[in-house]
């Protein structure tokens, strides 16, 4: 789901689930996902939540560690594409055009 630079990710996680056509065995996220509302929807997935508590939360609950340390794939992932430097600053336009941009970034990185 493609959203504007100022709104925050985690109110679309909801819905990315829901399109799932099988619902995940653990959803892994970084710390602004850390919210009793996500955490909810996760669970009505019958999901593992690999999210690290934020400081400021009461209740520190247990994660997978070592499954929250795959996310750092995903992260060099897209620190790969911003390297072109029109993916990074999104000169498309429109939302088809960037997505057609994401794709031919990721087959050219997967062909590297």
């Known amino acids: 789901m493609l959203t504007p630079a100022e709104c925050a990710d985690s109110p679309q996680l909801p819905a990315l689930l829901a399109a799932l056509a099988q619902p ?16 909810k929807v996760i ?7 690999a ?18 340390a795959d996310r750092n794939k995903i992260e ?12 990074a600053t999104r000169y498309e336009k429109t939302a088809v055009s ?11 990185d997967w062909m590297r």
């Open 76 to 87: 060099r992932f897209f620190g790969r594409l911003k390297e072109a430097r029109g993916f």
């Open 98 to 108: 960037f997505l057609a941009t994401a794709h031919l970034l990721a087959a050219l």
């Open 24 to 39: 995940p065995g653990a959803v892994v996220c970084d710390k602004a996902y850390d919210t009793n509302n996500v955490l």
């Open 51 to 68: 999210i690290p508590p934020k400081s400021s939360r009461l209740d520190q609950r247990a994660y997978d560690r070592n499954l929250y």
């Open 43 to 49: 669970a009505n997935q019958h999901a593992a939540a």
